[in-house]
Each structure stands twice: as C-alpha cells, then as structure tokens.
C-alpha cells in the first residue's frame, strides 16, 4: 500500500454512509455483523440498536401525547369552569353579589387558599368582607402595582413582599405564589397559593384574563 495513501477517518466514512443510506440494502451481511458499543450492558447488532432506538422514539412521543391530551383535559376544564363563572356574574342583581360570586368562585372552583381584592370605591355591603379592602387609585400603598395596573397584564408567580403584605396583609407569609389580576380603573384580584409552583411566570393566563373581564363587564351594569 503506498504510504502517502490518504487515510480515510471515521467522520468521514459516517459523512459517506449518510449520503448513501441505502449502502448496507447491498450488503446485508456487513449490518447483520456490524454491532454497537454500549455505555451500559452488552454490544448489540446494528438491527437491535436500531429497533432499540425506535422503541425509545416510540416511548417519547407517547409521552408528548399523553401530556398533550392531559393539558388538553384542564383547558377543557378550566374553559368550562371560566364559561360557569361568567354566567354566575352576570346572574347577579347587585355589584356586592357579583363580588361576593367572583371570590366564592375563585377559592372553591379554582381552588384558590386566599383570594383577595383591592378596589378603588367601596361597594356597599362588602363593608365588612375579609377578602375586600378598598385602596384609593392615587395611593402611595397602590405604588408597587402601578406597572401592572397600566399594563392590564396577569402576573403569575412570587410576588415582591410589599406587594404580598398589601394584598394578603397578617396571612401574608402563607402565600408562596399568587395569580394578581389588574383590572384597570376598578382594583386588583389576586389568587395565593401555600404552593410555591401553583402560580409560575410564563404559564398561561389567557383564562385569567377572561375572568378579569367578566368581571368588570359585569360590573359596569351597576356603574352610577
């Protein structure tokens, strides 16, 4: 053999076999002899490593399913709790009613551990609701949420301390994470839970936004 042959590497006798992936239907002695080395237990054939790997493909996109279909199942849900919670609002006949459903609503449908609202005027009736207060929409205390209220946007996740100690005031080290609803011009909704992973930045909040706007449509039959 003539030493200044070039020599032929494996990347490139791999970069050839990918260009001819039908080589070894010409050869099939050569794939029946040719075995894979393993990280974990004994070499196996060509034809094994390669039904091996498709069981493996197999088994992951049967997971992708299965969480697909499982993800699919709670928007269902949660699409038919945020459709029976927008008529129970607009059923009511009075603004403290309509309140009153929107926080049943919230802790016992969506499982909320403390739901609380923050809004601009005083509703009458609601004097005395633990999960009400009533914060005027020029004040200092309102200063941490001016971003979200201007934005109208949801926020999910661990919310800073002053935001916390405002909305869930001697019960505010129970709240690990918090669904905050900014309604523009009317207040705030929040949803804490005692779970550190309930509410998390970047999960979806496309029914949130749903609720937060059957509540104010419904609450604007009773303006003035």
Known sequence: MNETQEKIGAHEIAAWLRRHPTFLKQFPDLALTLVVPRDEGPTASLASYQLEVLRDKNRELSKRLNDLFGNAQDNERL???????????????????????????????????????????????????????????????????????KDGEPICGRLQ????????????????????????????VAVGSREGNRFYPGMGTLFLRMMGEALVVALKRFDG
């Open 79 to 149: 699409a038919v709790r945020t459709h029976q919670l927008t008529l129970a609002l607009l059923k009511q006949n009075t603004a403290q009613d309509i309140l009153r459903a929107m926080a049943a609503s919230l802790a016992e449908d969506f499982n909320g551990d403390l739901v609380r609202m923050v809004l601009f005027e005083p509703v009458p009736g609601l004097e005395d609701a633990e999960w009400l207060q009533v914060v005027a929409e020029g004040s200092a205390h309102l200063n941490s949420f001016r971003d979200c209220l």
């Open 161 to 188: 301390p002053e935001k916390n100690a405002l909305l869930y005031g001697p019960r505010a080290e129970e709240v690990q994470s918090s669904a905050l609803l900014p309604l523009p011009g009317l207040g705030l």
